[in-house]
């Protein structure tokens, strides 16, 4: 029996990075899984986003663990394709025992227009409470929501930094209000004792961090810096040295808040951060 055996688990931005891998660690310990991922571009964030080739890997590499997926193309700013897609996998696979709120953009930039910091707002924190909405009339009592924040909006000087242009600052501002969320919604749901996370990764490896935007970002001493440039700078928002963690580190986060594990956890905001808030936040003062 796996840690979260049987269970049917809703996650957003599941066509690569820390979305697939959340899939692929929950269906490893027995979960199946509703799937979801816009498989187009976002014009005002710089990096390709993922592609309807991902998401059939996937819910390829989902079954070959021997588990059952429903994978649909739905973008999180838009509430009813969110909806459609939870209906027709609990349709299929029978109930809905969790929800991962994960997908996500980073549109940075200083010569980005105000639609960057729109389009980082209405994915980043919009997306999330569309996927909760979504999932909240199929969610039984005790059941889990996990939404992925970051370490930008525990702590200040990362994407808020103005050079970042407008998708920076709506980064910020919507992984601030995930924070937010989380810890009010924790405390609505708990007569259900639904309970309600979220993980806050820093740097984490995944097509976000490995872009010409980020690297630019981390290197704007220069023109047109590679990633090799950029590993010199990455370790600047860890405590710890390392450039970034892999996105099964988060995974095995989720792995424990949708599991019964943390069935007393709720209103947590869990960093994987490799100590990058600890090293940012002010100190408290001497008394």
């Given at each position: 029996m796996g840690r979260v055996q049987d269970k049917v688990v809703f996650i957003t931005g599941a066509a690569r990075g820390q979305g697939r891998a959340h899939a692929l660690r929950l269906a490893q310990e027995?979960?199946?899984?509703i799937a979801?991922?816009?498989?187009?571009?976002?014009?005002?964030?710089?990096?390709?986003l993922s592609r309807q080739t991902d998401l059939d890997e996937t819910a390829r590499l989902v079954e070959?663990?021997?588990?059952?997926?429903?994978?649909?193309?739905?973008d999180v700013r838009d509430a009813a394709a969110l909806k459609a897609a939870v209906a027709e996998g609990v349709s299929e696979l029978g109930k809905l025992d969790?929800?991962?709120?994960?997908?996500?953009?980073?549109?940075?930039?200083?010569?980005?227009?105000?639609?960057?910091?729109?389009?980082?707002?209405?994915?980043?924190?919009?997306?999330?409470?569309?996927?909760?909405?979504?999932?909240l009339p199929y969610l039984p009592d005790g059941a889990s929501i996990v939404a992925t924040g970051s370490l930008a909006g525990l702590a200040t000087a990362t994407t808020d930094n103005p050079a970042l242009g407008?998708?920076?600052?709506?980064?910020?501002?919507?992984?601030?209000?995930?924070?937010?969320?989380?810890?009010?919604?924790?405390?609505v749901l708990?007569?259900?004792?639904?309970?309600?996370?979220?993980?806050?990764?820093?740097?984490?490896?995944?097509?976000?961090?490995?872009?010409?935007?980020?690297?630019?970002?981390?290197?704007?001493?220069l023109d047109n810096p590679t990633r090799e440039d950029a590993m010199s700078s990455f370790p600047a928002t860890s405590a710890m040295g390392n450039p970034y963690i892999e996105p099964e580190?988060?995974?095995?986060?989720?792995?424990?808040?949708?599991?019964?594990?943390?069935?007393?956890?709720?209103?947590?905001?869990h960093r994987v951060d490799s100590g990058g808030y600890v090293k940012k936040r002010p100190q408290q003062p001497a008394f």
């Amino acid at each position: 029996m796996g840690r979260v055996q049987d269970k049917v688990v809703f996650i957003t931005g599941a066509a690569r990075g820390q979305g697939r891998a959340h899939a692929l660690r929950l269906a490893q310990e027995g979960a199946d899984i509703i799937a979801v991922d816009i498989c187009e571009d976002i014009a005002s964030n710089a990096y390709p986003l993922s592609r309807q080739t991902d998401l059939d890997e996937t819910a390829r590499l989902v079954e070959k663990l021997g588990r059952r997926i429903v994978a649909r193309k739905a973008d999180v700013r838009d509430a009813a394709a969110l909806k459609a897609a939870v209906a027709e996998g609990v349709s299929e696979l029978g109930k809905l025992d969790a929800v991962v709120a994960n997908a996500g953009i980073s549109p940075l930039g200083h010569q980005q227009s105000a639609q960057a910091f729109i389009d980082a707002v209405t994915v980043d924190f919009i997306g999330v409470v569309h996927a909760v909405e979504a999932a909240l009339p199929y969610l039984p009592d005790g059941a889990s929501i996990v939404a992925t924040g970051s370490l930008a909006g525990l702590a200040t000087a990362t994407t808020d930094n103005p050079a970042l242009g407008p998708g920076g600052t709506g980064y910020s501002f919507a992984k601030r209000n995930v924070a937010s969320f989380v810890h009010d919604l924790a405390m609505v749901l708990s007569p259900r004792r639904i309970r309600v996370n979220a993980v806050h990764p820093g740097n984490c490896n995944t097509d976000m961090l490995n872009s010409d935007i980020m690297y630019r970002a981390f290197r704007p001493d220069l023109d047109n810096p590679t990633r090799e440039d950029a590993m010199s700078s990455f370790p600047a928002t860890s405590a710890m040295g390392n450039p970034y963690i892999e996105p099964e580190d988060v995974a095995d986060s989720v792995l424990f808040l949708v599991s019964d594990e943390s069935r007393w956890v709720t209103g947590m905001q869990h960093r994987v951060d490799s100590g990058g808030y600890v090293k940012k936040r002010p100190q408290q003062p001497a008394f």
